[in-house]
């Protein structure tokens, strides 16, 4: 990281007796957030950047230009493109105050913003301004952009989409507001040893966060653990109150989350845990310097990292403490803070629709029953009538293990009073089920929030159905999946409740941030307006037939790859082949995503030449790009990290398929990466076993960027094949019926050892430690969990998924026809624009409306 002045361009004077600078006039006024009048944003000239620039570098940073480092010019750029943010900030708010316009709180453990220093420029229109800005300065604005540390505030799709979201509900003008946690560490850094996955702290906060603004004086309490009591207040009424034995206090800090180049700027409010009293003097005077910082270090724990390890009690107990120490804060503060102090709160489903997406930000619902029925001194049935109208439900999994259960034992330790509001929830929920199916005792049980085995312990996903006005799942196939086999019941007590919202991505940030190539050859096609209305991208279809356009449509995917393969070499020491098909499996590593299927295949490859089996010539040049972490705890997915690596090592070092054959597995995949690697993949690897994927995002992401998909018909696979044709997608392996069937019968994998000479030389060749210096026992749980287990049928579809990559290799071999096949992708794939999923949230869940 760089220390060193400016170059040489840069003006060797102080900022303030620069005559350059001299006459930009007074600071504009801002009025105070608590105005009624309008807020004035700073002028959007070059000139007026420069000002704004050089006063946070001189009085934000304390440096004068001559003597800044590239990160002071980093800070300083960025808090002056804020302060154009921040004026829209206040103007958005003091509309809504104004309109008292229903709200949508969006409720997630995780938000993968990426870098929002271009997000920022693009939002405001304000690229060309820096630029020019800076370079008045003598700084080049590729430097500055490349000195920002991405958040560390999420995982994979999940936290991916909620930053989509709150993307769209600004572009599209909807008052909203994300809530979560502001993670101290984040998710880890993957870093690689001998091939291995090693975590390291994300120190993404080290050199300071200009994205955000802290506002401690609405801190909000958090109580834990301590008792409940009964007793009777002024009328008479007989009423419980829970008195906690400790508390935290919450922080807010605001990012700023702008709609693109329409003057609106939403709100991402992210929390950290403090102690409420972090520091006793009298102990630490007594030399207990530890007991002294104790509350300190219990409440920081809280926001430290994104889920911790919880394969302990504690690691347990800490995910229940950040769970319901958000939900708690965004609950109090949207209570308290956003709605104005006369609110009736009887009309609060007038006024805020929560999104829980996924179980994580469950417990939000005793919460809410508790403000209302504790605090606020509301009767049960009216307060209850009052949440079941004020939440909606996504559900993000198809794999039970996946379904959150908390023992009662821990919520009861943890959070006394929720417990008790919950056994009330479902005692009045199982009266209805029995009035509902009379006699059916067995259904009851079933159905109860409550679950006897293997312990007493609470089912989120039903709290939240029970609670929640509407329930989605987030793909066709997968909300058909959700109300037949995992909450059958729910859906036949209350079919309405069920509905289908497709996931979506935004294109402002992964096609016109991340494929400015492709996006203006989009452009000088079709025109401008498409970036907020992606259907116009089926105006690229005749394009499809156009020679010349296909020409320049493989330039850009060319020129994509130069770019990808600098980064990988500058990033990582990886240099990449040129003139190879890009085949790129980028995702969460689980085994029901089924990497190892994709091994398999490049083992299969390698085996074909080193035995003679093949000409060199007769394979397809092939660069195979991994990305993925794995979960600390999840054993069997590090050791399919160690085999992909050590695999990736033998292949590259081996001059028989030099030229042919290469594997990249660049550590610690994020979107900033993604955003250079997406627009330079030609295959997407989408290869789940059907029936498990819920929908997936980079599916997506890879389709609107040129690259066609080899998948299953799982999760959004099946409406991208549905959507860009079969033609033009390259499906393989078992459907969802069929992997039921199959298992029904007794799935034998063995078999499909024993009867495929292919598989059976590929999985031969790992065993014998080929790819890991002899060692067979570094790869014994691997193989034997594939011919013994293989609970997610690797073995069953890798025949039918070796048939396709031979389709793949047909149709890339003819450039006119992949490249008719990846524009196809581009123009069609405009369904899944986030936009288009939160159109669907709006009419079928929110019933909000946009505003101005």
């Given at each position: 990281m760089s220390t060193q002045p400016a170059g040489s361009a840069a003006p060797q004077m102080s900022d303030e007796s620069n005559p350059r600078f001299a006459s930009y006039g007074p600071e504009l006024p801002v009025t105070s957030p608590l105005a009624l009048g309008p807020v004035v944003s700073p002028p959007h000239t070059v000139e007026g950047f420069v000002k704004e620039f050089l006063h946070e570098l001189n009085y934000g940073q304390g440096v004068a230009l001559s003597r800044s480092s590239v990160n002071d010019q980093y800070l300083a750029s960025a808090r002056a493109v804020r302060s154009y943010l921040m004026a829209q900030w206040l103007e958005t708010q003091r509309r809504q105050r104004e309109t008292q316009a229903k709200s949508v709180a969006y409720l997630s453990a995780e938000y993968l913003l990426g870098r929002q220093f271009d997000n920022a420029l693009l939002a405001t229109g304000l690229t060309d301004t820096v630029e020019k800005g800076l370079a008045a300065c003598g700084i080049d604005i590729d430097v500055v952009r490349a000195q920002e540390i991405e958040p560390g505030l999420g995982n994979g799709g999940l936290g991916r989409l909620a930053a989509c979201f709150v993307d769209s509900l600004a572009s599209m003008n909807v008052s909203a507001i994300g809530y979560g946690i502001r993670y101290e560490f984040g998710i880890f850094r993957q870093t690689f040893v001998d091939g291995r996955q090693v975590e390291q702290p994300d120190t993404w906060l080290d050199l300071g966060s200009p994205w955000e603004v802290a506002h401690p004086e609405n801190s909000v309490q958090v109580g834990f653990g301590g008792r409940t009591e009964t007793y009777t207040d002024d009328d008479g009424v007989e009423r419980t109150r829970w008195i906690p034995d400790s508390n935290v206090k919450g922080i807010p800090h605001n990012y700023l989350v702008p709609g693109y180049q329409n003057g609106r700027v939403n709100t991402l409010r992210l929390w950290s845990a403090v102690a409420t009293q972090s520091f006793d003097l009298a102990i630490f005077n007594s030399g207990d310097y530890t007991a002294a910082v104790r509350a300190q270090t219990f409440a920081e724990n809280i926001s430290k990292v994104l889920y911790p390890e919880d394969s302990t009690p504690q690691g347990r107990e800490l995910r229940l403490q950040q769970q319901y120490f958000f939900v708690a804060c965004s609950i109090s503060d949207f209570l308290n803070y956003v709605l104005p102090a006369d609110f009736d709160i009887t009309k609060l489903p007038e006024r805020i629709i929560f999104q829980l997406n996924d179980t994580h930000p469950v417990i939000a619902i005793p919460e809410l029953m508790r403000v209302l029925v504790d605090d606020r001194g509301m009767a049960w049935d009216e307060a209850w009538a009052i949440t079941q109208q004020c939440f909606a439900y996504t559900c993000h999994t198809l794999l039970p293990e996946a379904l959150e259960v908390w023992p009662t034992e821990l919520l009861g330790k943890l959070l006394p009073r929720h417990l008790e509001i919950i056994y009330r929830i479902n005692d009045e929920f199982l009266a209805e089920v029995r009035k509902t199916f009379p006699g059916d005792e067995l259904k009851a049980r079933n159905m109860s929030i409550i679950a006897e085995y293997p312990e007493r312990s609470v089912r989120m996903a039903y709290l939240a159905t029970v609670a929640g006005a509407k329930v989605n799942g987030v793909a066709e196939l997968h909300s058909q999946l959700l109300r037949d086999k995992v909450l059958p019941d729910f859906s036949a007590m209350w079919p309405e409740k069920f509905t289908n919202v497709t996931n979506g991505v935004t294109p402002r940030r992964f096609i016109k941030l991340a494929n400015p190539l492709l996006s203006t050859l989009i452009t000088d096609t079709i025109g401008v307006g498409w970036l907020n209305d992606l259907e116009r991208l089926r105006e690229l279809e005749p394009y499809a037939e156009d020679p010349e356009f296909r020409a320049s449509f493989r330039e850009v995917k060319a020129a994509n790859k130069v770019r990808l393969r600098a980064l990988l070499e500058q990033r990582d020491g990886l240099v990449l082949p040129e003139d190879a098909m890009l085949d790129v499996m980028v995702k969460r590593l689980h085994e029901y995503k089924r990497q190892l299927l994709k091994v398999l295949h490049i083992v299969a490859l390698y085996d074909l030449v080193v035995s003679g089996q093949a000409?060199?010539?007769?394979?397809?040049?092939?660069?195979?790009?991994?990305?993925?972490?794995?979960?600390?705890?999840?054993?069997?997915?590090?050791?399919?990290?160690?085999?992909?690596?050590?695999?990736?090592?033998?292949?590259?070092?081996?001059?028989?398929?030099?030229?042919?054959?290469?594997?990249?597995?660049?550590?610690?995949?994020?979107?900033?990466?993604?955003?250079?690697?997406?627009?330079?993949?030609?295959?997407?690897?989408?290869?789940?076993?059907?029936?498990?994927?819920?929908?997936?995002?980079?599916?997506?992401?890879?389709?609107?960027?040129?690259?066609?998909?080899?998948?299953?018909?799982?999760?959004?696979?099946?409406?991208?094949?549905?959507?860009?044709?079969?033609?033009?997608?390259?499906?393989?392996?078992?459907?969802?019926?069929?992997?039921?069937?199959?298992?029904?019968?007794?799935?034998?994998?063995?078999?499909?050892?024993?009867?495929?000479?292919?598989?059976?030389?590929?999985?031969?060749?790992?065993?014998?430690?080929?790819?890991?210096?002899?060692?067979?026992?570094?790869?014994?749980?691997?193989?034997?969990?594939?011919?013994?287990?293989?609970?997610?049928?690797?073995?069953?579809?890798y025949q039918s998924y070796i048939e396709a990559q031979e389709r793949v290799d047909e149709r890339y071999a003819d450039p006119d026809a992949w490249s008719r096949s990846a524009i196809l992708n581009v123009a069609r794939s405009g369904f899944f624009s986030s936009d288009r999923a939160m159109t669907d949230y709006m009419d079928r869940i929110w019933h909000v409306s946009p505003r101005r």
């Open positions: 000409k060199i010539e007769d394979i397809t040049p092939r660069t195979f790009v991994f990305g993925a972490k794995a979960a600390p705890g999840y054993r069997m997915a590090k050791e399919i990290i160690h085999l992909i690596n050590r695999v990736a090592e033998t292949v590259n070092n081996d001059p028989r398929v030099d030229g042919r054959l290469a594997v990249a597995f660049p550590p610690n995949y994020n979107v900033t990466l993604a955003e250079t690697l997406i627009p330079a993949a030609d295959l997407s690897e989408q290869i789940s076993l059907a029936g498990k994927e819920a929908s997936g995002t980079g599916n997506m992401k890879f389709a609107l960027n040129g690259a066609l998909t080899i998948g299953t018909d799982d999760g959004a696979n099946v409406e991208i094949r549905q959507l860009v044709g079969d033609d033009n997608f390259f499906l393989f392996g078992l459907s969802e019926p069929q992997v039921e069937e199959l298992q029904a019968k007794g799935y034998r994998p063995s078999a499909f050892y024993e009867s495929n000479e292919s598989l059976r030389r590929a999985i031969d060749l790992i065993a014998s430690g080929a790819f890991t210096g002899g060692d067979r026992e570094a790869v014994g749980p691997i193989v034997g969990d594939l011919l013994y287990n293989d609970r997610f049928m690797v073995l069953a579809d």
